[in-house]
């Protein structure tokens, strides 16, 4: 059973996560998923085909039988190389009480690990997923939008088991000049700003802005400011996949064709050109099926 999610390019901060309490569950042919960040946990399970995967700073490629682990506040996109089976799972930090003393302290700095012969990875999100979609025995199991006491169950037995086997890193607090900067960029990245503008607005200093960034977001101010013109950049095209070259540069914050076009690269594995006829032929298939 494969239930499809809509490619996300709505919101970069998705707050909407952090303000409900939910685990959320779904099984795609294809993964295509802008950057954006939030407070929850997050897997995905390639169980077949190929993931391509920015999180952080750091490029990953997931191969089959593999389980991407994305911990809270880590800038993220997702981009499925092949059609395949891909699990994804989103889990709300507060329903995880049992391992709050791990992570109010840590993040999972293990970004993969390989699942064993018996696929017990697999399982478990298998299981969350059957749980969420009331599939076989689950069926008209549990009420409507309510996370059931055994879905968190396991949840937390598959958090337990991916803590176990990653490393673990100190976990820094968002502060408050972090969340008025991402503020200020959110409200500012379709034009041109330097990290020296931030920190005049903010009244700090550019270099203390900078290093309490890095440790905070795990990602540079430049290259959270890229990754957000990117995400509008795809998100343009998937509004107008006709959309030129030029408006794309002029909406997204870009100062040049070809420093845009190399960050779009570098964050999609492709041409916004080939996007867009991607984008075409997907629209052009789905009004032929409709005429049938």
Known sequence: MVISMETQYESFYESSHDKETHISAWCQKEVNIGAHFHNCLEFIYVHEGKLSASVGSNKILVE????????????????SLTEGQYYV?????NL???????????DIDTLTISDDDNKTLFSFMQLIFNMHWGCGIFNNMFPDNMPPLQMRLVATALVLTVIAKS????????????????????NNFRH?????????T?????????????????IS??????????????????????????????????QSQRSMLRAFRDEYNCTPSEMKCAKLNTYNKSERESKI
């Open 202 to 218: 903010l009244i700090c200093n550019s270099q203390q802005l900078s290093t309490q960034f890095r440790q905070v977001m795990k």
């Open 167 to 186: 490393k673990l890193t100190p976990h820094i607090v968002m502060t408050d000049i972090v969340a008025a900067a991402i503020e200020y960029i959110q």
């Open 192 to 200: 041109h700003i330097l990290i020296s503008d931030i920190s005049r």
């Open 96 to 106: 995880l009480y049992e391992c709050s003393s791990v992570l109010d302290n840590y």
């Open 89 to 93: 799972l989103s889990i709300s930090r």
């Open 221 to 254: 101010i430049t290259d959270y400011i890229k990754k957000l013109r990117t995400t509008e950049m795809a998100r343009l095209i998937y509004e107008d996949p006709k959309i030129t070259l030029n408006e794309l540069e002029e909406k997204s914050g870009f």
């Open 64 to 79: 089959p039988n593999n389980l991407l682990i994305i911990s809270s506040f880590y800038v993220h996109s997702l981009y």
